[in-house]
């Protein structure tokens, strides 16, 4: 099943089954948004995921969302 042009909602993305699925859905192309209650943990895991050997597009998707929901501090 092609899920590229998909928008899944990933929850409890940090550990477990949460992060099993980001995982997943990322790798099979779909754009995922993820939710966590640890926000820094989940920023860590995400450039975690960026260091994979991940497609372009995966990468490109994942880098823009986090952007999105973790701008710079000033």
Known sequence: MDI???TALATGANRGFG????DELLARG???HAA???PAQLA??????????LSRDVRAKLS???AAVYPPLS
Do not use: H, Q
Request: charged letters at 25%; a negative charge; glycine letters at 8%.
């Open 4 to 6: 590229s042009t998909a």
């Open 19 to 22: 992060r099993a699925l980001a």
């Open 30 to 32: 779909a754009t995922v």
């Open 36 to 38: 966590a209650r640890n």
């Open 44 to 53: 860590a895991d995400a450039y975690e995921i960026l260091a994979d050997d």
């Open 64 to 66: 823009g969302g986090v």
